[in-house]
C-alpha cells in the first residue's frame, strides 16, 4: 500500500535551515509529482510547493520562494524540503503528498498524504 | 490569484441530515476543484476531483457538483464517521489554493 513517512521536523531558531524528509513506498515514486503542504496549529491547509515526476520543474509558495527548496531522489524514493531563514510564520506540520497524476504535469488533486511532521520555529 | 471562499465556515447538523457546502472562486476556473476531509489530528483525504468524481472508497453518500465559480460538496446523510473539516482547493499545475475551511460537528 502507499505509504509517505516525513520526518526532520522540530524546534528551529528563527533565520536557522532544517530540511525535511518524506519517505515514499508502495508506488513508483519516480513516476509522481510530489508536493509539500503545511498547516500552521489551528489554521487551515496551505500548498508549499511542487516537484514534476521528472524533477523538471519545481514550483513555491510566494512567501517561501528563495528560502526553500523543494527536490527528490528517486534512487532513494525521497523528497526533500531544504528551508533556510525560518521565520516564526513558518511553524506548521509539513504533510508531503502525492500527486494523483503519473507520469504527467501535475494536476494537483493529492491522492496520499503522510502523517505530517511539525517544525516549531521559536526563539 | 485565484481566492477561495467556503460556507458556512462551521455547520452544526444531526445523523441523517443533508448537508451542504459552497465553495466560490474570484475567478472563473472550470471544473478545476477537488474536496477534502481532515479530521482532527490526520491528515486530509481526498474525496471528489475534477469537481465531481468521487475518489474511489469515497462513500457515494458524498457528491459535488459545480463549475466556473460556484461548487458545492453535498453529503445525502450524514453519519457520525463524517464530522470533520472540509476544504476545497483549486486545482493547478504550479500554484494550489485551499479554501478556508467548513467544520461540520454533531448537533
Known amino acids: 500500500q502507499v505509504q509517505l513517512v516525513e520526518s526532520g521536523g522540530g524546534v528551529v531558531q528563527p533565520g536557522k535551515s532544517l530540511r525535511l524528509s518524506c519517505a515514499a513506498s508502495g508506488f513508483t515514486f519516480s513516476n509522481y509529482g510530489m508536493h509539500w503542504v503545511r498547516q500552521a496549529p489551528g489554521k487551515g491547509l496551505e500548498w508549499v510547493a511542487v516537484i514534476y515526476f521528472d524533477g523538471s520543474n519545481q514550483y513555491y509558495l510566494d512567501s517561501v520562494k528563495g528560502r526553500f527548496t523543494i527536490s527528490r531522489d528517486d534512487s532513494k524514493n525521497t523528497l526533500y524540503l531544504q528551508m533556510n531563514s525560518l521565520r516564526a510564520e513558518d511553524t506548521a506540520v509539513y504533510y508531503c503528498?502525492?500527486?494523483?497524476?503519473?507520469?504527467?504535469?501535475?494536476?494537483?488533486?493529492?491522492?496520499?498524504w503522510g502523517q505530517g511532521t511539525l517544525v516549531t520555529v521559536s526563539s | 490569484d485565484i481566492q477561495l471562499t467556503q460556507s458556512p465556515s462551521f455547520l452544526s447538523a444531526y445523523r441523517g441530515d443533508r448537508v451542504t457546502i459552497t465553495c466560490r472562486a474570484s475567478?472563473?476556473?472550470?471544473?478545476?476543484l477537488a474536496w477534502y476531509q481532515q479530521k482532527p489530528g490526520k491528515a486530509p483525504q481526498l474525496l471528489i476531483s475534477?469537481?465531481?468524481t468521487l475518489e474511489s472508497g469515497v462513500p457515494t453518500r458524498f457528491s459535488g457538483s459545480g463549475s466556473g465559480t460556484e461548487f458545492t460538496l453535498t453529503i445525502s446523510s450524514l453519519q457520525p464517521d463524517d464530522f470533520a473539516t472540509y476544504y476545497c482547493q483549486h486545482l493547478n499545475t504550479y500554484r494550489l489554493t485551499f479554501g478556508p475551511g467548513t467544520t461540520v460537528e454533531i448537533k
Open positions: 503528498a502525492r500527486d494523483s497524476m503519473a507520469e504527467y504535469i501535475p494536476t494537483g488533486a493529492l491522492d496520499y
Open positions: 475567478q472563473g476556473i472550470s471544473n478545476y
Open positions: 475534477g469537481a465531481s
